[in-house]
């Protein structure tokens, strides 16, 4: 039982470059959010989901796009990379508000 | 407007000390809360729910509807608390909004 795994944990982007990040849950959880943790803004939310099929934006989801084609897979893709997506992102899942989220490990992304 | 609060970006205590980490709200709802805790390069884990009313690692929070604050309490300090700390409400469904977090330090 893995949990909640993202790749690559770590890449270099030049801008303009498109790219996918992955998030995958073992968990069968229906609920999954993508968030960035910059310095200083804490956690700021981009996109969730509520269950295959149905995504949603958070607060910052320009420049993001997401899909929810099965309960285990939630992708978070960046269209054209811009210097100010420099970030970590993390995966959160979870099953009930009451119980909390299940983070990933991120993905510590820069955008030259 | 949905809104959580932690006024200290950088918090440092001596080991043995007492430590409170402040996290205030504002939320027209009944308010549901959390602490989550982020060591070293490390992914994020929660620490707390106000809702279980736990005592996790020696921590403690108790929520004051109001004083709209959920501050995060712990007696004595050890080395291995030092991490970022973050207070996070729900705001609809299963989303959590999260404060700006604390980075905790404790001094030997």
């Known amino acids: 039982n893995a949990g909640v795994t993202q790749t690559p944990k770590f890449q270099v982007l030049k801008t303009g470059q498109s790219m996918t990040l992955q998030c995958a849950q073992d968990m069968n959880h229906e609920y999954m959010s993508w968030y960035r943790q910059d310095p200083g803004m804490g956690l700021r939310l981009i996109h969730y989901?509520?269950?295959?099929?149905?995504?949603d934006q958070g607060e910052v989801p320009n420049g993001y796009n997401v899909s929810r084609s099965t309960t285990e897979d939630f992708p978070l893709r960046l269209l054209s990379a811009a210097p100010s997506q420099t970030s970590v992102y993390f995966c959160?899942?979870?099953?009930?508000?009451?119980?909390?989220?299940?983070f990933g490990s991120g993905t510590r992304l820069t955008v030259v | 407007a949905q809104r959580v609060t932690q006024p200290e970006k950088l918090l440092s205590v001596f080991k043995g000390a007492p430590v409170e980490l402040k996290c205030n709200y504002s939320?027209?709802?009944?308010?549901?809360l959390f602490w989550y805790v982020q060591y070293s390069r490390q992914r994020l884990q929660l620490l707390l729910r106000?809702?279980s009313r736990e005592s996790i690692k020696g921590f403690t929070a108790d929520l004051n509807k109001g004083e709209t604050s959920f501050h995060l309490k712990k007696p004595f300090a050890q080395e291995e608390d030092s991490a970022m700390y973050y207070c996070?409400?729900?705001?609809?469904?299963?989303?959590?909004?999260f404060g700006e977090g604390t980075q905790l330090t404790v001094n030997p």
């Open positions: 939320y027209s709802g009944s308010p549901e």
């Open positions: 989901s509520v269950g295959a099929g149905i995504t």
């Open positions: 106000h809702i």
């Open positions: 996070a409400l729900r705001t609809g469904g299963s989303r959590l909004t």
């Open positions: 959160a899942i979870g099953q009930g508000a009451n119980y909390g989220y299940t």
